[in-house]
């Protein structure tokens, strides 16, 4: 007796011809949609305010060491304190809906709750006054911040993206002074300064560079 | 005996043979199991109470929560400052000046703070008893800060209740102050000092006691003997040519830190080589570094130094008659050493000096003065603050005996009900006292009698000062607010004379403002965590002879006798510190205990053997011991170290070894004879030692050579081992550009203390694991100090040897990951990269320094929430599955590179240091870029001593030994 029908004979053909197939599939897809560049560029959290770089350092021109002033001596950029808002809040806009969780910061001395957008993990450490001091952009990592209404990710931020950069410096350098600048395009001088840069700048490739 | 076999070509062959363990020396089974293992017993099985099925279903859950949780970005906040504090840039740590004290040592530290936390501590290199070194203790005492176990509130009568209440009550007190008494530790502050004197001016029927366990009471009685008056002795190593130390361990006690500094300036072999001479019973870390050491029991020491002094006034070193015919009939059976030591002494008249130990008597410490005195030793003399004046055993007294008509005792500190002498029968009179004050970091066995326990704060978290053994005032400078509600000794001082408002920051300025320029002084000192110009006048001391009847004593019996030492948690307090703890012992080698330590030839005649108990019995006490069989301790002579067996201290100290204060009598504070011991049948205990981990296998890895042997051939330590010609089968790494680091150690100056593990600990987050993890072989520690003996067990010779990652050119463990997680940096660095690791262990096997440690379980996440709060933020917290080990620390190394980076200012030799060389106070590490000329490893790269460790595996180490040369007496050979 016939159990099974004739065309149930070419499934092992048909397994034998999928699986890798899939298997490759599976491969691309972890590849494709698991990686920074897919799952962290474009992160744009809700912040407890709605802060618009796009006003402040667009419009109002405002540098970005003015509140991110610690990038420039320490690792870290940081999120400036309610001090640094207050300078101005206080005789601005003073009874703007939208800042009163920095109001309440301020009088109550508890932090406004920031949420975090940029971040390497733990066990890597990017110090951002080397970089600046090496004269990375702010641009490079960050995007066109001062066309951003509400920030997002730009860059995947991840170790081979890093590499990229530390392979070949040179065109995303500028001189020093001018890493806070938005719209850079470089000019002969400065192409001269960055190439004279390149002699001692030496970015790590190893992994105690960034990892330890 | 583990002979290595070495081939008969070789010009020098490894003729000494070294080892480490009574195992090891008479190649039992259990050793060479142990050696031939690839991990060390039973670290690599999973022998926890999780069975393996449970293992496998916990595994399925957690892997498939753990997919979900994965598809979702974990919320990270920032939560900025609402006003910035002044200097403060986050991720850059900062440096604070302060010094603590124990006893009457005080040491000036520099603490790391990262946003306000201190993390880390350094010695202040301007303090004159740190010179930027540290101890063991003051790198452990950020652990202290976190400790889990602090109390946090006031309490009477074991209810909460408020500092307020206590005010309250000290309004209480009798107003002339009878019936009261302040029993402190030993008062190492100027501060403290005044409002001493200031609450017994309030209270003038009131007493006050000092007293802490480990004092320098015979030292103290010893100069008023010698000179009628209380002066300190403060010998100069650094002039002295020949050393003669009497049961002082005065590498690793005391003023230890300016002491090895000072000694390891003149190991260096050359013709003003200085000679050490060691004279004790339980083998210290001074007697391992002596070039002779005689063990005796504690008890003969005196005889031998009377001996020796015989022998001097016999060879016409002037002394006063009466002293000579006191000691002339002093003999001691090991005629050749007496006499050659006394040869010596003589020799070098003007550059000699004796040492004596706090644990010798009055008389000895007397005798030892004049005869530096006679011999113009490198000895200056100075004057002691009044309140240090008074032999603490006698302030002791004098409290205990007036304790009958005391109703309110105030106990500031210590821990008078674990460890005074039993004879005191503290808790028993403490008992009929009304109101019992107890002011401490813990609720104690001491709180435990008292009605008021008040919280104490730690040294980081309030202001005050300390005056050091030298007379160096230095600042106590908090650097976090107090995380409970503690007060200082200060503080609480202040409430007791009626000051109850007082912060502890007025309480030091008034100290400080009588002179013009206070304010301008106070500032200067703050920031440089010292009082300039506060040394203790120096003096010249005239000697007596009225004393001399106390040498004539008979000589010590030969019969059993009962020594107390210092172990690692110093006299008790540090018990709940499990970097202390975990470190193990210079000499035994245990962790986690203290045992009764013996001579091979007494376990024999008590027929016992490591781990068995032996019952000690003293004067009608009795205590239940683990035997360690020590090779050196000489016979007949049991020697336990106090400070364990707390009964109430916390998680970590509670019940880890055995209390031996309850043997210790107010009359023989430090040994006695008149004790018996006998083994306890059947009873055994586990100890734990790490002196056979990470076995060398026999391999000649230390070197060492008599001086004149070192001068005939000052290149000896490479020609060692023979091998053909090295040539690597891989590519190897281009070494000439940029930094290429490189740490030598020089084992001439190392005395194996220890320090630099606790430092690394610290620095580097590594974490504890516990004795039973350690027995498994499971510890983390990067750095190793190996103890070799060489010799006989009764009369060995040590070297100690740091053993880290050696940062091998041609590293073997790079050869085998399968997965890259280790791999060369172009600075010579072994980098790893610990979220790369898959845990194969396969580096770890093929390392043969055996410096590797892998992660079995998930050390951090077991610590309390508290003790995260040490982590050095600049260091990845490794998880479970990964192996770690020394990166020379590199965080520090990219610090550097990124200051001279930003500053544009090029690095000098120094700017980077790792944390070991950094707390080194003898200067044994160095560290630094070989392609520097001009630095300091480049220069003793070229030392003649220098060689690598198993260099003939072609290995080509970075991290390279200088060999050891001993300077012995050729009349003793």
Not at chain 1, 169 to 195: C, F, G, I, N, W
Not at chain 2, 359 to 364: G, L, S, T, V, Y
Not at chain 2, 775 to 783: E, F
Not at chain 2, 817 to 846: F, M, Q
């Amino acid at each position: 007796m016939q159990l099974f029908p004739k065309w149930t004979n070419r499934i092992p053909t048909l397994i034998a011809a999928g699986v890798p197939f899939i298997l490759g599939g599976a491969v691309f897809g972890f590849w494709y949609w698991g990686s920074p560049k897919f799952l962290d560029v474009g992160y744009a959290p809700k912040q407890p305010v709605p802060y618009s770089h796009k006003k402040h350092a667009g419009e109002l021109g405002i540098d970005c060491l003015y509140c991110h002033g610690p990038a420039e001596k320490g690792p870290h950029a940081t999120v400036p304190a309610t001090q640094v808002c207050m300078n101005c809040h206080t005789f601005v806009k003073t009874e703007s809906a939208d800042l009163a969780p920095v109001r309440h910061s301020w009088e109550k001395d508890v932090p406004v709750e920031w949420v975090r957008i940029h971040q390497v993990p733990d066990y890597a450490y990017f110090p951002h006054n080397a970089h600046l001091s090496a004269g990375v952009g702010c641009v490079e990592c960050h995007g066109r911040v001062d066309q951003m209404p509400v920030v997002s990710q730009q860059e995947p931020l991840s170790m081979g993206w890093c590499l990229e950069c530390h392979r070949n410096p040179e065109p995303h350098l500028r001189p020093a002074s001018l890493v806070t600048q938005m719209d850079y395009t470089p000019s002969e001088a400065d192409k001269l300064v960055v190439a004279e840069r390149m002699k001692t700048i030496n970015p790590p490739q190893h992994c105690s560079g960034c990892h330890r | 005996m583990s002979k290595i076999p070495v081939d008969q070509r070789h010009e020098y062959p490894q003729d000494n043979t070294y080892w480490r363990s009574r195992e090891q020396l008479a190649e039992a089974p259990e050793w060479k199991a142990l050696a031939q293992r690839e991990f060390a017993n039973e670290a690599s099985e999973l022998i926890d109470p999780v069975s393996r099925r449970n293992f496998l279903q916990f595994m399925t859950a957690s892997m498939g929560l753990a997919g979900l949780q994965a598809c979702r970005r974990p919320v990270q906040q920032i939560l900025p400052y609402t006003r910035t504090p002044e200097d403060v840039i986050p991720g850059v740590a900062q440096h604070y000046a302060s010094s603590f004290s124990m006893g009457q040592h005080s040491f000036g530290l520099l603490v790391e703070s990262h946003e306000g936390r201190p993390t880390k501590v350094e010695g202040n290199p301007d303090h004159s008893s740190s010179f930027g070194g540290t101890n063991a203790y003051a790198q452990a005492l950020v652990l202290d800060l976190y400790d889990a176990d602090r109390s946090q509130a006031v309490l009477n009568k074991g209810k909460k209740a408020t500092w307020a209440d206590f005010s309250a009550f000290a309004k209480t007190l009798p107003a002339d102050g009878a019936g009261v008494a302040v029993l402190s530790e030993t008062i190492a502050s100027p501060t403290l000092a005044a409002q001493s004197k200031a609450f017994l001016a309030k209270y003038p029927k009131a007493i006050w006691a000092q007293y802490d366990p480990l004092n320098s009471d015979n030292a103290l009685a010893g100069a008023k003997l010698a000179f009628g008056s209380a002066v300190r002795a403060h010998a100069d190593y650094e002039k002295a040519d020949v050393i003669a130390a009497f049961g002082a361990d005065f590498l690793h006690e005391g003023e230890s830190l300016a002491a090895s500094r000072q000694w390891a300036k003149r190991r260096k072999p050359d013709s003003q080589m200085s000679r050490l001479y060691v004279v004790e019973g339980q083998f210290t870390v001074t007697g391992a570094a002596a070039d002779h050491r005689v063990r005796v029991q504690t008890r003969q020491v005196f005889d031998v130094l009377r001996a020796v002094a015989a022998e001097l006034t016999k060879a016409g070193l002037p002394v006063d008659p009466a002293v000579k015919d006191a000691v002339a009939s002093a003999k001691f059976e090991n005629e050749k050493f007496v006499k050659a030591l006394a040869k010596d002494l003589l020799a070098k008249k003007g550059k000699a000096v004796i040492v004596v130990g706090d644990a010798q008597p009055a008389a000895a410490h007397a005798l030892a003065h004049t005869l530096n005195l006679a011999l113009a030793a490198p000895v200056t003399f100075t004057a002691v603050p009044d309140y240090q004046a008074t032999e603490q055993a006698e302030q002791l007294k004098a409290l205990v005996d007036s304790l009958g008509s005391v109703t309110t005792l105030i106990i500031l500190g210590g821990n008078p009900a674990y460890n005074l002498p039993f004879d005191v029968k503290f808790e028993e009179r403490v008992k009929k006292i009304a109101n019992v004050v107890h002011l401490s970091d813990r609720v104690d066995e001491t709180s435990a009698l008292a009605g008021w326990h008040l919280p104490r704060s730690h040294a980081f978290e309030a202001w005050g000062d300390t005056i050091s053994f030298t007379g160096q005032v230095a600042p106590v400078q908090p650097l976090i607010e107090p995380l409970y509600d503690t007060k200082s000794d200060i503080e609480v001082v202040s409430i007791l004379n009626g000051n109850s408002d007082k912060r502890g920051y007025d309480l030091v300025r008034a100290t400080y403002s009588d002179r013009l320029d206070a304010e301008a002084f106070w500032r200067r000192s703050v920031h440089a965590g010292v009082f300039a110009g506060t040394q203790l006048a120096a003096v010249t001391p005239t000697l007596t002879t009225k004393w001399t009847a106390a040498l004539a004593a008979p000589p010590a019996k030969a019969e059993l006798e009962l020594q107390f030492v210092v172990g690692s948690i110093y006299d008790g307090r540090f018990a709940n510190n499990s970097w202390l703890q975990e470190s193990p012992d210079p000499m035994s080698k245990l962790v986690w205990d203290n045992a009764a330590l013996l001579s091979a030839k007494t376990a024999a005649e008590m027929s016992v053997k490591n781990g068995s108990v032996i019952k000690i019995s003293y004067k009608g006490q009795s205590l239940d011991a683990p035997v360690w069989v020590q090779p050196g301790q000489p016979d007949k002579t049991i020697s336990i170290a106090l400070g364990y067996g707390r009964s109430k201290v916390g998680l970590v100290g509670e019940n880890v070894g055995v209390n031996a204060y309850k043997l210790r009598h107010s009359a023989a504070p430090w040994f006695d004879g008149s004790v018996t011991a006998a083994p306890v049948a059947g009873a055994t205990y586990k100890l734990v030692s790490t002196q056979d981990h990470g076995s060398m296998e026999g391999r000649p890895v230390v070197r060492e050579r008599n001086l004149p042997e070192f001068q005939r051939d000052p290149g000896f330590a490479r020609k060692m081992v023979q091998h053909p010609k090295l040539q690597s089968l891989f590519k190897e790494h281009d070494y000439t550009k940029g930094h290429q680091w490189s740490l030598i150690v020089d084992l001439n100056s190392c005395v194996g203390c220890n320090n630099c593990a606790v430092a690394c600990q610290a620095e580097n987050n590594i974490p504890v694991v516990g004795k039973d993890q350690v027995s498994r072989g499971r510890y983390m520690t990067w750095i190793r100090l190996d103890r070799y003996f060489e010799g006989s067990e009764e009369e060995p010779h040590v070297v100690h040897q740091a053993v880290m990652c050696m940062h091998c050119e041609n590293a073997p463990c790079e050869q085998v990951c399968p997965v890259g997680a280790t791999i060369h940096s172009p600075e010579g660095l072994n980098d790893i990269a610990y979220n790369r690791c898959i845990g194969t262990k396969y580096c770890l096997n093929n390392c043969p320094y055996k410096v590797r440690r892998f992660n079995f379980l998930a050390w951090h996440e077991t610590e309390p929430e508290k003790i995260k709060m040490q982590h050095n933020p600049n260091v990845t917290v490794r998880m479970r599955g990964v192996i770690e080990k020394c990166t020379y620390c590199v965080q520090r190394i990219n610090a550097g590179k990124i200051k001279e980076k930003t500053s544009k200012v090029a690095m000098k030799d120094g700017d980077v240091t790792p944390a070991c060389a950094q707390a080194c106070p003898s200067g044994a590490l160095t560290f630094g870029d070989l392609l520097d000329p001009n630095s300091r490893v480049a220069q003793l790269g070229k030392d003649p001593r220098n060689y690598g460790m198993l260099e003939e595996l072609n290995t080509k180490p970075r991290t390279t030994y200088l060999a050891k040369v001993r300077n012995l007496n050729p009349e003793l050979g």
